[in-house]
């Protein structure tokens, strides 16, 4: 069965200061993709960035990282110099390419407040 | 508009009420999920369609019905709501025949059950 944890459930920053949100899963797969959303106080979720299992280059994007390391189970998420609209709920996800339904499962999410 | 439309966007409804959730979406996606949002247990799959005829159970289904009126129509029932279904819920989508494309939310439901 596929798990995905997000160990950091609150994390504050000051403003312009580098955050790193952790992201850790479990699969039996050697298929599998990994997402990124983040849902804003408005409540609607965003999506931020898909990865798939055989791609490991880091990505960036603006203000934003990825880091995708298979030998730790580990897709973490940087964003450098981040700002008070960067405040959010963050959330990991994963999905196995066997699974007939390709959902997503998610980890719980991590609140990121930034600070002015 | 938005892509993935969900009614209404809050509601407020007594214990043992019946209540339906609806979702509509304009971007022709085969797949269509229902997800609930908890406070610390991120996003957890209710029901979930692969097309018109076909309808499966996840995670946590007890207490709930879906109903997939055409392609682009999937709504969510709650026969007799119970407190401890006050939650956020979400529709979602997303397309066959690509590998593993993102799923695309509606806005959310807040349904506070008194």
């Known amino acids: 069965a596929q798990k995905v944890t997000q160990a950091q459930t609150e994390i504050s920053v000051v403003e312009k200061e580098d955050v790193t949100l952790d992201c850790v899963y479990e699969?039996?797969?050697?298929?599998?993709?990994l997402f990124w959303y983040k849902q804003p106080p408005s409540g609607e979720l965003v999506f931020l960035i898909r990865?798939?299992?055989?791609?490991?280059q880091n990505e960036i994007s603006g203000r934003y990282s990825w880091n995708f390391q298979k030998s730790t189970s580990s897709f973490n998420f940087t964003i450098t110099a981040s700002q008070v609209v960067d405040s959010a709920v963050y959330f990991c996800?994963?999905?196995?390419?066997?699974?007939?339904?390709?959902?997503?499962?998610f980890g719980s999410g991590t609140q990121l407040t930034v600070l002015p | 508009d938005a892509d993935v439309t969900q009614t209404p966007r809050n509601r407020i409804t007594k214990t043992g009420k019946r209540i339906m959730l609806e979702c509509s979406q304009t971007?022709?996606?085969?797949?269509m999920y229902w997800y609930r949002q908890d406070p610390g247990l991120g996003l957890r799959l209710i029901y979930y369609s692969f097309d018109v005829k076909d309808i499966n159970k996840g995670e946590i289904s007890d207490g709930y019905s879906v109903s997939r009126q055409a392609q682009a129509k999937f709504s969510l029932s709650l026969e007799s709501a119970i407190p401890n279904q006050t939650a956020l819920y979400f529709c979602?989508?997303?397309?066959?025949?690509?590998?593993?494309?993102?799923?695309?939310f509606g806005q959310g439901t807040r349904l506070t059950v008194v």
């Open positions: 699969t039996r797969d050697t298929t599998y993709y």
């Open positions: 996800a994963l999905s196995e390419s066997s699974g007939s339904a390709r959902q997503l499962t």
């Open positions: 971007k022709g996606h085969d797949r």
């Open positions: 979602a989508t997303s397309a066959v025949g690509q590998l593993n494309t993102e799923a695309f």
């Open positions: 990865r798939n299992s055989f791609d490991e």
